[in-house]
């Protein structure tokens, strides 16, 4: 699926297999120049679309890079949303003023939730 759309795109297909003692990771690595603001939109277009894509599979992200946690958290959506409920329900019990991490794995405290980020 990767290497599909990473050839659509025109860009470099990089990554590492993990194989642990019951689970294989697929680490993505994407190449963009940083100082080419056109590139960098690119590459996070093709990462948030694999997102996407891959939930639709039935795959899940277990790490990403912090811009795009909201877009993993999104996928996360069985149940009305009942984890990303959960955590901010325990986000606010433990950090009522929302200093703490604020948006770290696509949980925001209320006072920033429903604002783009």
Do not use: C
Not at 11 to 31: K, P
Not at 88 to 97: F, M, S
Request: no cysteine; glycine share 10%; charged share 30%.
């Amino acid at each position: 699926m990767v290497r599909r759309r990473t050839d659509e795109w025109g860009t470099d297909y990089a990554a590492q297999f993990i194989i642990g003692l019951r689970e294989m990771h697929r680490i993505g690595l994407f190449l963009y120049d940083t100082h080419d603001p056109k590139s960098r939109q690119e590459t996070l277009d093709l990462i948030r679309l694999l997102i996407r894509e891959a939930a639709a599979e039935g795959y899940g992200e277990y790490r990403t890079h912090n811009a795009l946690m909201d877009d993993v958290m999104s996928t996360y959506n069985w149940g009305d949303g009942a984890l990303l409920k959960f955590h901010e329900r325990v986000k606010d019990a433990l950090d009522p003023r929302g200093v703490i991490a604020p948006g770290k794995s696509g949980i925001w405290p209320e006072r920033f939730r429903g604002q783009s980020h």
